[in-house]
Protein backbone atom coordinates (compact mmCIF):
# COMPACT_ATOMS: atom_id res chain seq x y z
CA UNK A 1 0.00 0.00 0.00
CA UNK A 2 1.40 3.77 -0.89
CA UNK A 3 0.43 6.56 1.40
CA UNK A 4 -0.06 9.44 0.15
CA UNK A 5 -0.99 12.12 1.78
CA UNK A 6 -2.50 15.45 0.30
CA UNK A 7 -1.58 18.98 2.61
CA UNK A 8 -2.94 22.49 2.01
CA UNK A 9 -5.13 25.28 2.31
CA UNK A 10 -7.83 26.33 0.12
CA UNK A 11 -6.61 24.97 -2.74
CA UNK A 12 -7.08 21.05 -0.85
CA UNK A 13 -10.17 21.17 -1.74
CA UNK A 14 -10.48 21.35 -5.42
CA UNK A 15 -8.24 17.46 -4.90
CA UNK A 16 -10.87 16.63 -2.27
CA UNK A 17 -13.65 16.62 -4.24
CA UNK A 18 -12.10 14.98 -7.31
CA UNK A 19 -10.70 12.21 -5.39
CA UNK A 20 -14.19 10.14 -5.28
CA UNK A 21 -13.84 9.54 -9.15
CA UNK A 22 -10.72 7.93 -8.55
CA UNK A 23 -11.49 6.09 -5.34
CA UNK A 24 -11.94 2.96 -7.70
CA UNK A 25 -7.96 3.62 -9.65
CA UNK A 26 -6.82 3.97 -5.88
CA UNK A 27 -7.74 0.45 -4.67
CA UNK A 28 -6.48 -1.13 -7.95
CA UNK A 29 -3.14 0.64 -8.09
CA UNK A 30 -2.74 0.25 -3.99
CA UNK A 31 -2.82 4.26 -3.30
CA UNK A 32 -4.53 5.02 0.46
CA UNK A 33 -5.13 9.44 0.37
CA UNK A 34 -5.07 10.81 3.48
CA UNK A 35 -6.28 14.80 3.11
CA UNK A 36 -5.35 17.32 5.52
CA UNK A 37 -6.21 21.45 4.97
CA UNK A 38 -5.59 24.41 7.11
CA UNK A 39 -4.23 27.95 7.04
CA UNK A 40 -0.42 26.92 6.55
CA UNK A 41 1.25 29.57 8.50
CA UNK A 42 -1.18 28.40 11.37
CA UNK A 43 0.28 24.77 11.15
CA UNK A 44 3.27 23.37 13.71
CA UNK A 45 5.71 20.43 11.98
CA UNK A 46 7.25 19.01 15.53
CA UNK A 47 8.19 15.59 16.84
CA UNK A 48 6.63 13.90 14.28
CA UNK A 49 3.28 15.40 14.38
CA UNK A 50 1.94 17.78 11.83
CA UNK A 51 -1.41 20.01 13.22
CA UNK A 52 -3.02 23.08 13.51
CA UNK A 53 -2.21 25.55 16.06
CA UNK A 54 -4.21 27.32 17.70
CA UNK A 55 -6.03 23.78 16.59
CA UNK A 56 -9.06 25.83 15.99
CA UNK A 57 -12.00 24.35 13.91
CA UNK A 58 -11.91 27.11 10.83
CA UNK A 59 -14.20 26.95 7.53
CA UNK A 60 -11.46 25.24 6.00
CA UNK A 61 -10.72 22.49 7.83
CA UNK A 62 -14.51 21.68 8.65
CA UNK A 63 -15.17 21.05 4.85
CA UNK A 64 -12.31 18.76 4.32
CA UNK A 65 -12.86 16.86 7.62
CA UNK A 66 -16.79 16.65 6.49
CA UNK A 67 -15.09 14.63 3.78
CA UNK A 68 -12.99 12.61 5.15
CA UNK A 69 -9.90 14.52 5.85
CA UNK A 70 -7.60 14.11 8.79
CA UNK A 71 -7.60 16.17 11.60
CA UNK A 72 -3.63 16.04 12.34
CA UNK A 73 -0.77 14.07 10.45
CA UNK A 74 1.91 11.79 11.43
CA UNK A 75 4.46 11.98 9.20
CA UNK A 76 5.65 8.50 9.98
CA UNK A 77 2.13 7.13 8.66
CA UNK A 78 3.02 8.13 4.94
CA UNK A 79 5.33 7.45 1.85
CA UNK A 80 5.00 10.61 0.54
CA UNK A 81 3.40 14.32 0.28
CA UNK A 82 2.18 16.47 -2.01
CA UNK A 83 1.98 20.15 -1.07
CA UNK A 84 -0.82 22.36 -2.95
CA UNK A 85 -1.02 26.10 -3.56
CA UNK A 86 2.67 27.00 -3.73
CA UNK A 87 3.99 29.26 -5.70
CA UNK A 88 1.43 32.52 -6.81
CA UNK A 89 1.41 33.40 -10.29
CA UNK A 90 0.77 37.11 -9.79
CA UNK A 91 4.02 37.08 -8.21
CA UNK A 92 5.09 36.36 -12.00
CA UNK A 93 2.43 39.08 -12.99
CA UNK A 94 3.79 41.91 -10.77
CA UNK A 95 7.59 41.36 -11.48
CA UNK A 96 6.08 41.09 -15.35
CA UNK A 97 4.77 44.34 -14.73
CA UNK A 98 7.75 46.36 -14.35
CA UNK A 99 9.96 44.56 -16.29
CA UNK A 100 10.30 41.64 -18.67
CA UNK A 101 12.88 38.84 -19.63
CA UNK A 102 14.18 38.45 -22.82
CA UNK A 103 12.63 35.45 -23.53
CA UNK A 104 9.36 38.25 -22.97
CA UNK A 105 10.77 40.71 -25.30
CA UNK A 106 7.42 42.24 -27.84
CA UNK A 107 10.21 43.48 -30.02
CA UNK A 108 9.44 46.83 -30.76
CA UNK A 109 11.64 47.87 -28.35
CA UNK A 110 9.11 49.16 -25.89
CA UNK A 111 10.04 47.15 -22.72
CA UNK A 112 12.75 47.34 -20.53
CA UNK A 113 14.46 44.12 -20.49
CA UNK A 114 16.71 41.63 -18.10
CA UNK A 115 18.03 38.61 -18.29
CA UNK A 116 15.78 35.21 -18.45
CA UNK A 117 17.72 34.63 -15.11
CA UNK A 118 17.79 37.23 -13.72
CA UNK A 119 13.97 38.00 -14.04
CA UNK A 120 13.52 34.09 -12.68
CA UNK A 121 15.70 34.42 -9.43
CA UNK A 122 13.95 37.31 -8.55
CA UNK A 123 10.68 35.52 -8.77
CA UNK A 124 11.85 32.68 -6.88
CA UNK A 125 13.41 34.86 -4.54
CA UNK A 126 10.09 36.53 -4.22
CA UNK A 127 7.99 33.37 -4.02
CA UNK A 128 10.71 32.25 -1.24
CA UNK A 129 10.36 35.29 1.13
CA UNK A 130 6.86 35.89 0.98
CA UNK A 131 4.72 32.44 0.48
CA UNK A 132 3.48 30.33 3.57
CA UNK A 133 2.89 27.57 1.30
CA UNK A 134 6.72 27.36 0.66
CA UNK A 135 7.49 28.38 4.08
CA UNK A 136 4.77 25.31 5.47
CA UNK A 137 7.06 23.12 2.62
CA UNK A 138 9.91 23.28 3.94
CA UNK A 139 9.16 22.85 8.11
CA UNK A 140 7.42 20.01 6.44
CA UNK A 141 10.98 18.79 4.86
CA UNK A 142 12.92 18.91 7.68
CA UNK A 143 10.18 17.11 9.46
CA UNK A 144 10.17 13.92 6.59
CA UNK A 145 12.68 12.37 4.42
CA UNK A 146 10.07 11.05 2.21
CA UNK A 147 9.55 12.65 -1.33
CA UNK A 148 7.71 16.04 -1.50
CA UNK A 149 5.98 17.40 -4.34
CA UNK A 150 4.91 20.92 -4.81
CA UNK A 151 1.63 22.04 -6.66
CA UNK A 152 1.59 25.40 -7.88
CA UNK A 153 -2.02 27.53 -7.44
CA UNK A 154 -3.93 27.40 -10.37
CA UNK A 155 -3.47 30.21 -13.35
CA UNK A 156 -6.47 32.72 -13.15
CA UNK A 157 -9.48 31.28 -14.95
CA UNK A 158 -9.47 32.83 -18.19
CA UNK A 159 -12.63 35.54 -18.04
CA UNK A 160 -10.59 37.33 -15.47
CA UNK A 161 -8.87 39.02 -19.12
CA UNK A 162 -11.96 40.66 -19.09
CA UNK A 163 -12.42 41.99 -15.15
CA UNK A 164 -11.97 45.43 -14.57
CA UNK A 165 -9.77 44.72 -11.63
CA UNK A 166 -7.33 41.56 -13.45
CA UNK A 167 -8.20 42.56 -16.98
CA UNK A 168 -5.21 45.20 -17.04
CA UNK A 169 -2.48 42.56 -15.81
CA UNK A 170 -4.27 39.47 -17.74
CA UNK A 171 -4.77 40.71 -20.80
CA UNK A 172 -1.00 39.89 -22.47
CA UNK A 173 -1.93 36.34 -21.16
CA UNK A 174 -4.48 35.70 -24.31
CA UNK A 175 -1.64 36.32 -26.43
CA UNK A 176 -0.22 33.06 -26.98
CA UNK A 177 3.48 34.30 -27.23
CA UNK A 178 3.81 36.15 -24.25
CA UNK A 179 1.70 34.02 -22.26
CA UNK A 180 3.99 30.97 -22.99
CA UNK A 181 6.88 33.15 -22.17
CA UNK A 182 6.12 33.77 -18.71
CA UNK A 183 4.74 30.80 -18.04
CA UNK A 184 7.86 28.87 -19.19
CA UNK A 185 9.63 31.94 -17.25
CA UNK A 186 7.27 31.17 -14.06
CA UNK A 187 7.59 27.27 -14.49
CA UNK A 188 11.85 27.38 -14.31
CA UNK A 189 11.43 29.94 -11.27
CA UNK A 190 9.38 27.24 -9.66
CA UNK A 191 11.79 24.42 -9.99
CA UNK A 192 14.58 27.03 -8.61
CA UNK A 193 12.51 27.50 -5.63
CA UNK A 194 12.14 23.58 -4.84
CA UNK A 195 15.71 22.79 -6.02
CA UNK A 196 16.84 19.70 -5.33
CA UNK A 197 14.60 18.94 -2.26
CA UNK A 198 10.94 19.17 -3.77
CA UNK A 199 9.55 17.96 -7.36
CA UNK A 200 7.00 20.37 -9.01
CA UNK A 201 3.53 18.93 -10.83
CA UNK A 202 2.95 21.59 -13.24
CA UNK A 203 -0.79 22.47 -13.87
CA UNK A 204 -2.17 19.85 -16.50
CA UNK A 205 -2.16 21.22 -20.37
CA UNK A 206 -6.06 19.89 -21.25
CA UNK A 207 -7.01 22.32 -18.36
CA UNK A 208 -5.14 25.46 -19.73
CA UNK A 209 -6.89 28.00 -22.21
CA UNK A 210 -3.91 29.62 -22.83
CA UNK A 211 -0.27 28.57 -21.46
CA UNK A 212 -0.83 30.95 -18.63
CA UNK A 213 -5.30 31.01 -18.11
CA UNK A 214 -7.34 28.17 -16.86
CA UNK A 215 -10.50 27.07 -19.02
CA UNK A 216 -13.57 28.48 -17.29
CA UNK A 217 -14.99 25.19 -16.67
CA UNK A 218 -12.41 24.14 -14.23
CA UNK A 219 -13.14 27.43 -11.85
CA UNK A 220 -15.48 27.15 -9.10
CA UNK A 221 -17.23 30.46 -10.10
CA UNK A 222 -19.26 32.96 -7.83
CA UNK A 223 -18.44 32.14 -4.15
CA UNK A 224 -20.89 33.39 -1.08
CA UNK A 225 -17.94 34.81 1.95
CA UNK A 226 -19.16 37.18 4.90
CA UNK A 227 -18.61 40.08 2.91
CA UNK A 228 -20.60 38.81 0.17
CA UNK A 229 -20.87 36.91 -3.25
CA UNK A 230 -17.70 37.58 -5.69
CA UNK A 231 -16.56 35.69 -8.59
CA UNK A 232 -13.70 33.69 -7.58
CA UNK A 233 -10.39 33.90 -9.62
CA UNK A 234 -7.87 31.38 -9.40
CA UNK A 235 -9.60 28.31 -7.03
CA UNK A 236 -10.83 25.29 -9.43
CA UNK A 237 -13.21 22.78 -8.87
CA UNK A 238 -13.59 19.00 -8.02
CA UNK A 239 -12.91 17.96 -12.11
CA UNK A 240 -10.06 20.43 -12.10
CA UNK A 241 -9.02 18.75 -8.80
CA UNK A 242 -9.48 15.08 -10.16
CA UNK A 243 -7.27 15.84 -13.15
CA UNK A 244 -4.35 16.93 -10.82
CA UNK A 245 -4.82 14.28 -8.20
CA UNK A 246 -4.07 12.04 -11.09
CA UNK A 247 -0.71 13.42 -11.72
CA UNK A 248 -0.08 13.05 -8.16
CA UNK A 249 -1.03 9.64 -8.18
CA UNK A 250 1.24 9.45 -11.17
CA UNK A 251 4.35 11.00 -9.32
CA UNK A 252 4.06 9.00 -6.30
CA UNK A 253 4.47 5.83 -7.86
CA UNK A 254 7.34 7.18 -9.53
CA UNK A 255 8.93 7.99 -6.52
CA UNK A 256 7.71 5.56 -4.04
CA UNK A 257 8.98 1.75 -4.06
CA UNK A 258 6.65 -0.08 -2.22
CA UNK A 259 7.35 -3.74 -1.05
CA UNK A 260 5.38 -6.44 -3.11
Known amino acids: MLRLCIVGASHVLALREGAPDLAAECQRRGIRLTFF ?19 LRS ?13 DVSLGDYDAFAVVGVGLFRTALQIYGQCRAE ?10 LVS ?20 FSLRLRAGTDVPI ?15 EEFGPRL ?13 DSYRRAMRRLAGDQFTVIDQAPET ?38 ARCLDWAETVVKVPA
Do not use: W
Open 208 to 245: LATPALTHDDFSVGKRETSEGIFDDPNHMNGTYGRIML
Open 116 to 135: DRCFETSLANTMRQTEHAHR
Open 59 to 71: KLRARVLSKGGVP
Open 37 to 55: ANKLNAVTVADGLLAPDPP
Open 149 to 163: ALLPVPFYKESMADS
Open 103 to 112: SHDPGDGSQQ
Open 171 to 183: IPMRDARAAQALA
